[in-house]
């Protein structure tokens, strides 16, 4: 079992940034996909970006187009640590961010395929 810890929201002006973490209990490696989601009121949970933590793909990545340019997915195995860098932020980034782990095979931005999540930090952007 994975638990995951996500840290870093904060509020900020459009165009700033931000990083956010996701520190997870046990090996990210283990189950091989960690998630980044977003949730805003009144909305769907989201994906934004996704990154491979281990296999054969193990550093793949992919984000929403939403997203793509600005927001940067990473890992640090060593620290058992995901990382979200968000820059360019905009009024519409505004949401709950939250870290979810899934298998490597099913690694993608569909929530249905993530198994363990965080309680989730707020990221609040302002024009």
């Known amino acids: 079992q994975v638990q995951l810890v996500e840290s870093g929201g904060d509020s900020v002006q459009a165009g700033g940034s931000l990083r956010l973490s996701c520190a997870a209990s046990?090996?990210?490696?283990?189950?091989?996909?960690i998630g980044w989601f977003r949730q805003a009121p009144g909305k769907e949970r989201e994906g934004v970006a996704r990154?491979?933590?281990?296999?054969?793909?193990?550093?793949?990545?992919s984000y929403s187009d939403s997203v793509k340019g600005r927001f940067t997915i990473s890992r640090d195995n060593a620290k058992n640590t995901v990382y979200l860098q968000m820059n360019s932020l905009k009024p519409g980034d505004t949401a709950m961010y939250y870290c979810?782990?899934?298998?490597?095979?099913?690694?993608?931005?569909?929530?249905?395929?993530?198994?363990?999540w965080g309680q989730g930090t707020q990221v609040t952007v302002s024009s």
């Open positions: 979810a782990a899934a298998s490597w095979w099913s690694c993608g931005l569909d929530t249905k395929a993530y198994t363990y």
């Open positions: 046990g090996n990210i490696a283990v189950n091989g996909c």
């Open positions: 990154i491979v933590t281990s296999s054969v793909r193990a550093g793949s990545t």
